[in-house]
């Protein structure tokens, strides 16, 4: 694969905690590029926002228990390609299946947030729009083996059109270990939420209109954009029509955009009718 390496600039992230003591994301360019060059033309534009952001994470040396940050930075990317998605708190409970492992364990019940600011909860992206859930930070938790598949993000089929459904929803991860996400009563599915997020909502609808056009500027390299194009997404079409031969630019506090490489005009995502 002929590589377009992600601007290392922080236009596509959001400054995070750095939450001292908890596993730090683990994420290189080598994995990107192997999930985006194995990737299906309906998962490509999901997998590849996700391992970006999930390599700034690691890159700015944080935490990988960021959750909900990186649920919200996704959900305004996705939503620059016109996929619907919204986040959800789960339980997700870890099953160890060997024969003399410490058995399950699991994570998200009773979803709040502690004194300190800090989500005591674990939540997903529910991605309606392509019929499939993301859990960005599953690395995070210390029963999950460190290898290079369980290091990736996880994703996986919606059991229904309109969202996780009411039964909990198996995902075999590999290295002798399941995964199963919960869906919580409707009243504590939207326990991550509160005034501080609320605030910064304006922050982290920049972050994603920056990873979504940082990620664009990857899916129109050579060998990848052909299964681009042929992605399910209208918008995402247009975007990779309107920008195809532009070269990128990112630049703190402009962001990342495209310049027109014969007059120099500079174009954001939110330009492109």
């Known amino acids: 694969m002929a590589r377009r390496n992600p601007k290392k600039d922080k236009t596509a992230r959001r400054r995070r905690p750095d939450m001292p003591g908890l596993r730090r994301a683990t994420f290189g360019l080598d994995d990107i590029h192997i999930l985006m060059s194995n990737a299906p033309p309906d998962a490509l534009p999901l997998i590849s926002l996700t391992s970006l952001w999930l390599w700034n994470l690691a890159q700015d040396g944080a935490a990988a228990a960021h959750c909900v940050d990186g649920c919200l930075v996704l959900h305004y990317a996705l939503a620059e390609y016109g996929i619907e ?3 959800e708190a789960v339980t997700v409970t870890i099953g160890d299946m060997r ?8 994570y998200g019940r009773n979803p709040h947030y502690n004194a300190d600011g800090t989500f ?19 690395q995070q938790f210390p029963e999950i083996p460190v290898t290079p598949r369980t290091m990736l993000p996880l994703m996986g089929p919606l059991p229904a ?7 909990p929803i198996a995902v075999p991860r590999g290295d002798h270990h399941a995964l199963l996400y919960g869906p919580l009563p409707a009243h504590q599915r939207q326990a991550w939420r509160c005034a501080r997020l609320d605030a910064k909502d304006a922050d982290y609808r920049h972050a994603g209109a920056n990873l979504a056009a940082n990620t664009l500027a990857m899916l129109q390299v050579e ?11 209208p918008r995402l079409q247009t975007l990779l029509d309107a920008l195809h031969g532009m070269t990128p630019v990112a630049s703190e506090p402009l962001g990342f955009r495209f310049a027109d490489p014969a007059t120099g005009r500079e174009v954001w995502l939110s330009d492109i009718p």
Not at 120 to 126: E, S
Not at 223 to 233: E, G, H, L, N
């Open 85 to 87: 998605s919204r986040i």
């Open 99 to 106: 024969p003399a492992g410490p058995g399950d364990v699991r």
């Open 120 to 138: 005591n909860g674990h939540t997903i992206l529910v991605v309606t729009g392509a019929g499939r859930l993301i859990d960005p930070t599953i």
């Open 161 to 167: 059109p309109d969202g996780l459904g009411e039964t």
């Open 223 to 233: 060998d990848i954009r052909p299964r681009a194009i042929q992605a399910p997404y």
